[in-house]
């Protein structure tokens, strides 16, 4: 274990500058995917959202013209 301390992918400096940004921020982001690893996931989540919301858009929709 102790010979894995270090080796990590990433650089945690800039994790963390990268973390204070975000809590500091404006408008600070609800999640904050930090790293290829974590964005992939990201996306690929947003991407099946989109598709079953697609999939499902007429049984969630009323017509036009009528309230639900």
């Known amino acids: 274990m102790s010979r894995m301390n ?3 992918p990433g650089d945690p400096a800039k994790a ?3 973390i204070i940004d975000a809590v500091m ?3 600070p982001p609800c999640r904050l995917p ?3 690893d974590a ?3 990201v996306e690929t989540k947003l991407r099946c ?3 079953e919301l ?3 858009r007429a049984v969630g929709m009323p017509p036009r ?3 639900a």
């Open 34 to 36: 930090l790293g290829h």
């Open 25 to 27: 921020a404006e408008a």
């Open 54 to 56: 697609e999939t499902w």
């Open 65 to 67: 013209g009528r309230r």
């Open 6 to 8: 270090g080796q990590q």
């Open 39 to 41: 964005l992939e996931r």
């Open 16 to 18: 963390g500058a990268a």
């Open 49 to 51: 959202v989109s598709e």
